[in-house]
């Protein structure tokens, strides 16, 4: 599995560097390799550690090594790893089949969306699609998007969003208005469900949905009809996105994420588009690329002006607030705080559409206490700042405590509070925390919360070993959320 050319051949001190930092050993990444390999369906693969050390001594892999490498040190390091920084040869396929660079068009949009969420059910593992999948960042992924400014054009009496209809002799009858509610309800219901149970409990049957919403969407509907479908296909798009980035699968994730703001553009739905947006810019926060989250969050910003409600501004600002503080930009990250804080004050819940209904006083809270966190860890684990997390992020812990519906951010916020304690130099407080939300997420299947909690455990023991809470928790943690199998 090797391409020729040795007799130049250096050793790759990009691909070492990042295999040294990661504590890994030959064996364990050719292990790795192999597992991802047989997840994608290349069952040619097969590594073992001396082929580890040719690729070290310089050797240039083929697909689908190269792209699985940068998986997983990407998913070691909380980053993206493109296959370049690696120091290896990326395959040169076509942009529309690996990137996010896709035709803003309606007919494209839904036979796109049909195919993905078509792939997805049949496959169903991570790396589903092979190695057309890969996460896109920097200028590939923000200019792209950039293109959701654009208006869509008119073409006469005739709505460009609404698909040809399919050469069949089956006609199905006119989509009917109860049955069109009952669409958008069955949204609203799985996004409860997500809030309370995590993205891996319900996320194949919002892809399911969203596959026989495409299938709605290529037959023929007025104009009013094809934008509701449009924007309930946005919504589901958006919502199986982020059931996959809680979940941990980050590539499917941003191209679901992707495709949902093509819908929303069909819908003409600028709040919308927003919010897929500031989901796409979290991704790339947690991801550790606090430039691109900004791009992408002033890009919501700009194209939702005038059209958001105050809620979604004040979200929006709260995202931006994340990224700055990410950064180290201090001055900005406060100003976006007092921004968001003083358009909340403004939000009447009447004017809100549902998707942005989980942005309530305990989210406000919880996203600018992580930002006080944020800065603290920036600026070396500064008590000052730790200090602002504190009462916010106690607050929202207290708001989430009495909601039995968000109980992912209920346990996201205990951690996040634990690390406030942990910042504080209070490990016995981080422990009591964690263990509160070991409690909570045994019951939710979200794998962001499991890997919070781990590092979270893991920090507390690299600081505070000596300490009795800290060794129980350790112990705890193997029971209660033992290493989690994939999921789909």
Known sequence: MTVGGTQDKQPNAQLTSWFVRSGWSKGELARQVNRRARQMGALHVSTDTSRVRRWLDGEQPREPIPRILSELFSERFGCVVPVEDLGLRP???????????????????????????????????????????????????????????????????TDPRTPPPRESGDRRPKLS????????????????????????????A??????????????????????????????????????SYDVGLHPTAQKYLVLALHAAKEADDQPLGAFILSSMSRQMIHLDRPDDA??????????????????????????????????????????????????????????????????????????NAHSYRDLAYVAGRSPAYASLARPVMQKAVDLFAGDSVHQ?????????????????????????LTGQAIDVARHVRSERVNNRIRKTADSALRHYSHVAEVAQLTERLAAALPEAAETA
């Open 408 to 432: 992912r951010a209920y346990a996201l916020n205990l951690i996040g509070m634990a690390t406030v304690h942990l910042l504080e130099k209070e490990p016995e407080q981080a422990a009591r």
């Open 177 to 204: 208005g109860p049955e069109l509610e009952l669409l958008e309800a069955t949204t609203v219901m799985f996004r409860q469900w997500d809030n309370q149970c995590g993205g891996g409990l319900r996320r194949k």
């Open 91 to 157: 395959a040169h396929q076509p942009p529309a089949a690996t990137g996010v660079d896709l035709p803003w068009a309606g007919p494209q949009t839904v036979q796109l969306i049909n195919e993905f969420s078509r792939s997805d059910l049949m496959l169903g593992r991570r790396g589903f699609l092979g190695t057309s999948l890969m996460l896109s960042a920097g200028p590939s992924l923000v200019e792209p998007m950039q293109r959701w400014l654009v208006p869509v054009p008119a073409a006469g009496g």
């Open 206 to 243: 919002v892809v399911g949905q969203l596959h026989e919403v495409t299938d709605l969407l290529q037959e023929p509907h007025p104009q009013p009809v094809a934008r509701r479908l449009y924007r309930v296909t946005a919504e589901l798009a958006a919502l199986a996105g982020w059931m």
């Open 294 to 367: 900004l791009e992408l969050i002033h890009l919501a910003q700009y194209g939702s002006r005038g059209t958001a409600t105050a809620t979604t501004q004040a979200m929006l600002h709260a995202v931006e607030a994340r990224a700055y503080a990410t950064m180290g930009q201090v001055n900005k990250c406060h100003r976006a705080v007092r921004m968001a804080e003083d358009a909340f004050s403004d939000s009447c819940v009447s004017e809100d559409p549902d998707w942005i209904s989980f942005f309530n006083e305990a989210e406000l809270n919880a996203e």
